[in-house]
């Protein structure tokens, strides 16, 4: 609200409720701007912030109590739920925001808005705008000036506090384990969706959901970077690329670990592997607060192109080629995004024409790769079908970087003893190894 300035309204709608098929609604899952300010987990609802007006600043509009409903529904907070356990300074049954909304807009010269994000609430909210443009002779004056409300909100959503950063450890923590699990149960013979069951299911048993659907690709399928079947059979000899994180209290994880099906990388497998691995861990030692946005990618792709060269799958000198963009042709995508509550998270990458300066607070994801599909012409048979890319989530801090999901093992050496451990004890004392391991690579790759 000191960001909106005294003459402002913000105005910000629940996620309405999605129909999967017939009667049946999707899972609901709240609005993140709206989840950011209320905490308040219902649809129906809007939040409207109000700086400087005395009578309450901060209101919500909430579906009314109404036992026959929860009775079939589930339990509302209603009015009095909104202003006792969500802080609202003051709290409307829902069914009455069209007799109370266009009043509070009355003589407010912006309002701070997302336009296009709910078309059907878009209508309403310019039908209340439009209806104090017909009073304006009675003195009620409507705002004169929509604002993108993603220019303060977003901004503050980049920089994630302590207790953001609490949940994001353990979504991360929750993943982690998940991966684990899932090398672990991998063998041959199994199906790509077994170990998806495996990932939901420790994903479950911490009270955490799926952040996105999960990746789930063997063999040529882990050179298809939005793979979402997983209905193929895990062979002996492929590889298989896992990506899959949880949402916890909101906020995602974000992680892919790369492993051989047999529990042992191929000759070639793990040539390609390592490059993938030394480009993960020399883009992470970028990430300090100072540097800009495209350090980290930058730094990836000279280790690829590199690689790319000495496995024999691009020639020439590896300046031109990466001036010349040829690593494009199996390292097709950026090295990582910003992560927070949602996977993709809100925040600009650059200011002007300039990349974003890191600074601490905030998260983003390290995730480079290489992909080398069947048929790639040109391309040894050897190396075909091998998809290989390593993720982290990582917190800019005030020194360097912290990475929160070292949890699960990415050197290819700790894989393989992962994936032969006998027993529980074994993965975690592999965790351990797994982090010291981590932070000395860093170390020296800083």
Sequence with gaps: MRLMG???????PAAPVRKRNNDVDYAYRQDSDFHYLTGFGEPEAVAVLIPGREQAEYILFVRDRDPARETWDGRRAGP???RRLYGAHDAFPITD???ILPGLMENRAKVFYAMGMYPEFDQ???GWVNGLRTQARNGRHPPQEFVALDQVLHELRLFKSRTELGLMREAARIGALAHVRAMRFCRPGRM???LMAELVHEFRRHGADTSYYPIVGSGANSCILHYNENDQPLRDGEVVLIDAGCEYEYYASDITRTFPVSGRFSREQRAVYEVVHEANLAAIAKVRPGSHWNEPHEAAVRVITHGLV?????KGRP???ERDGAYRRFFMHRTGHWLGMDVHDVGDYKVGEAWRVLEPGMVLTIEPGIYIPRGARGVPKRFQGIGVRIEDDVVVTK???EVLTDGVPKDPDLIEALMAAPHVNGVRALATRTRGKARRSQRAQA
Excluded: N
């Design 6 to 12: 005294r003459d402002a309204i913000a105005i910000v």
């Design 80 to 82: 009095a739920g909104a």
């Design 97 to 99: 925001i069209d007799e």
């Design 124 to 126: 309403r909210v310019v």
């Design 192 to 194: 790509e969706y077994e």
């Design 310 to 314: 000495r496995l024999g799958l691009l």
């Design 319 to 321: 300046a031109k080629l």
């Design 399 to 401: 020194s360097g970087a």
